[in-house]
């Protein structure tokens, strides 16, 4: 995809979840201690604090828990996507990540529709989004 975006940053923590997304490959944290699945990456597990937690893929799968179309961009390397969805993904392993919603016209867009996840390519950088699953 040619279109520009905002670049992400990188920390330790966060790398390998970048890494992931580099191969097309959707990285979640699972604590080696209590199982929870993790989303955003972070060096302590939410529920029990632990500081096992291993990179381990996503299934891709979800449904929109909650979205808004942005009609105006939220950053000018986003002015050429408007109308564009700024969206809340529920993972089937629980997680809910911030994303978009793409090869769906916004105002057709739905709480609850099932997704999958895609990979945008751009320049040094990979991004996922979500697509409504087939
Ligand atoms: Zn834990």
Same mark, same amino acid.
């Given at each position: 995809m040619s279109g520009t975006r905002p670049a992400p940053h990188p920390t330790a923590v966060s790398a390998p979840f970048w890494?992931?997304?580099? *191969?097309?490959?959707l990285l979640l944290q699972r604590c080696a201690d209590c199982t929870a699945a993790v989303f955003y990456p972070r060096s302590t597990c939410p529920s029990c604090g632990s500081a096992r937690l291993d990179h381990v893929p996503s299934g891709g799968r979800g449904t929109l828990y909650s979205y808004t179309v942005a009609r105006r961009a939220t950053h000018r390397r986003l002015a050429? *996507?408007?109308p564009y969805v700024i969206a809340i993904v529920e993972l089937a392993e629980g997680p809910r990540l911030t994303s978009?919603?793409?090869?769906t016209d916004p105002d057709a867009v739905r709480i609850g529709m099932p997704l999958v996840v895609d990979f945008e390519d751009h320049e040094g950088f990979t991004v996922p989004v979500f697509r409504e699953a087939p």
């Open positions: 890494a992931g997304c580099a *191969r097309h490959e050429d *996507r408007v978009t919603v793409v090869g």
